[in-house]
């Protein structure tokens, strides 16, 4: 089903809570890489990894950020990590290639699909998807300068895009602003390593 923007009190409650699940605090960090709390403020002040802190000036972390961040250290992945089904966002004119994608991702993924780019963006600070997926080739679609909106927004610099395309020029501008993976959009297999490598999945 094609999504339209949230703006209910319902969307915007249903979007809080699954998003809940995806922030840890210093304490939990602190946790999985098995030092003291004092570490994780240290590490966050020193932009080794990224967090946010809210209105109280609480440390939190994204899920995405601390496998990241496990990874990148050589710690082991704890598995509260890998249990949340990780959102995506799929912006794709064409019904049947978006019917397709959706089918070969949902088992793993929650898909919110959309066919316009402007409802996709105003739509991203409220969904937080893990990663969005992009179909540069849509006509009447400048899909370099929508991945250098949401990189340049604060509420949505963090998403993993990874795009489509068959101009190899194009690939590599959306590189440039952004884009983590360029792809063929009809290789779901390769499509769905990828996005289980970026979100966590992958063991």
């Not at 370099?144 to 963090?158: G, N, P, W, Y």
Request: glycine share 4%; proline share 4%; net charge neutral.
């Amino acid at each position: 089903m094609e999504a339209k923007p949230a703006s209910s009190r319902g969307a915007r409650d249903r979007a809080a809570s699954a998003r809940a699940g995806d922030l840890f605090t210093a304490s939990d960090v602190a946790r999985f890489c098995q030092v003291d709390l004092k570490t994780i403020h240290n590490w966050a002040d020193k932009g080794e990894i990224p967090h946010f802190r809210t209105p109280g000036r609480h440390l939190r972390f994204r899920r995405l950020d601390v496998l990241d961040f496990l990874r990148k250290y050589g710690y082991a992945i704890p598995d509260v990590l890998r249990q949340t089904k990780p959102r995506l966002v799929l912006v794709d004119l064409d019904p049947a290639s978006t019917a397709a994608i959706k089918r070969a991702l949902s088992k793993r993924f929650e898909i919110t699909s959309f066919n316009d780019p402007v409802d996709a963006l105003v739509s991203l600070s409220t969904l937080e998807p893990d990663a969005l997926m992009l179909d540069l080739d849509m006509p009447n679609c400048d899909g370099v300068h929508f991945l250098q909106r949401i990189r340049s927004l604060e509420a949505t610099a963090h998403i993993r895009n990874v795009v489509f395309t068959k101009v190899e020029s194009l690939g590599e501008e959306a590189s440039r602003a952004g884009a983590v993976q360029v792809l063929e959009k009809h290789d779901h297999q390769r499509l769905r390593e990828v996005l289980e490598q970026l979100t966590g999945l992958d063991r």
